[in-house]
């Protein structure tokens, strides 16, 4: 049986993952056995910083409504207790952006919570 030349199909496979390479230093981008490599740990750890990004902004929302929660002499948790308690549907993105710019309605926010 005759030998496949793997021309074209092979060398668009190969193009697509040294283009992903781009600002990679030596061989990292001209040589495909090691862009291969290092390319499918980068994207690895691109999906992985997706999830951390999500999970590092919850915390710093929580931080800034905590902060300004003090502030008004209550804890987190109670602001939040109340929050759900009194049917506020005010996502944490939203109160911590409220917190951190515009004092004066966070308070009213707080103080329109029944106890």
Do not use: C, P, Q
Request: net charge positive; glycine share 6%.
């Amino acid at each position: 049986m005759a030998r496949v030349r793997r021309g074209f199909k092979a060398r668009r496979r190969r193009n697509k993952v040294l283009k992903l390479a781009k600002g990679f230093h030596f061989d990292r981008r001209t040589k495909y056995k090691h862009t291969a490599e290092t390319v499918k740990r980068a994207l690895h750890y691109a999906y992985i910083g997706r999830r951390l990004l999500k999970r590092d902004m919850r915390k710093l929302w929580v931080v800034r409504i905590a902060a300004a929660a003090r502030t008004l002499d209550t804890s987190y948790s109670k602001f939040i207790g109340a929050l759900k308690a009194n049917g506020v549907t005010l996502n944490r993105k939203m109160l911590a952006e409220i917190a951190a710019t515009d004092f004066a309605g966070f308070t009213a926010i707080k103080n329109s919570l029944k106890k």
